[in-house]
């Protein structure tokens, strides 16, 4: 059972225009909604993150837009540049000991001149 | 400084071998994972150890272990290897247990002949 559904699979984005990237979640008890990006032959790195109490939290030029009624979240990249071009992973967890990041399955994004 | 570091990067070795993978983090984080991410880029957790006591353990074959010698280090054992071992390992640590950020390692690429 895939918890955190991710699209689309790839992307490509000419320079300066917008990424978007979509997530959905089926467990209500998630309250945590990191966003992670990965370069080849590197691990994850958390990019931006945000919790259900706020809708939007913006760092620099990505934008998480979250819509807790509809179980979605989003991420938004402006202005994309070439170094940009990654794999990004949406994730979400909730509170408790045993708590554990369950991962969407990626979206390669790929931004040209 | 790296902060979550991983050794070996690369582990080439046949099937029916035993081999290891050592994590370290200088962070001072509590609390310590073990991902699995496959040849499709999907990443899974396999383990969790806060405060060197195991709190998940997601139904991982017991050909695993993981040991916790001190909460800085966590180390994964992986006996009789098959061919669907064959995936890239990644180490990760956050502040403690519940929904916080993970700071991943760069992974171990462990391919089985």
């Known amino acids: 059972q895939q918890q955190v559904k991710q699209s689309p699979q790839s992307l490509i984005v000419q320079k300066g225009g917008i990424s978007i990237i979509n997530c959905a979640y089926e467990n209500t008890a998630f309250d945590y909604f990191p966003w992670y990006q990965q370069f080849p032959g590197k691990g994850p790195a958390l990019l931006i993150a945000i919790r259900p109490d706020v809708s939007e939290k913006k760092e620099g030029r990505f934008t998480i837009s979250f819509n807790k009624s509809a179980k979605q979240f989003s991420l938004h990249i402006m202005d994309s540049q070439p170094g940009d071009s990654a794999t990004y992973f949406c994730?979400?967890?909730?509170?408790?000991?045993?708590?554990?990041?369950?991962f969407g399955t990626g979206t390669r994004l790929q931004v040209t001149l | 400084d790296t902060a979550v570091s991983q050794t070996p990067k690369y582990l080439v070795t046949q099937m029916g071998n035993d081999k290891s993978i050592k994590c370290e983090q200088n962070l001072g984080h509590d609390t310590m994972y073990w991902y699995k991410q496959d040849s499709k880029k999907f990443l899974k957790i396999m383990f969790s150890y806060n405060n060197k006591e195991l709190i998940i353990n997601e139904t991982v074959p017991n050909r695993f272990s993981p040991k916790s010698p001190d909460k800085a280090h966590l180390n994964l054992h992986i006996n009789s290897l098959e061919l669907g071992d064959s995936a890239v390992y990644f180490c990760a640590s956050s502040p403690g247990t519940g929904s916080q950020p993970q700071h991943f390692g760069d992974g171990t690429r462990l391919s089985i002949l």
């Open positions: 994730a979400a967890s909730s509170s408790g000991t045993a708590s554990k990041l369950t």
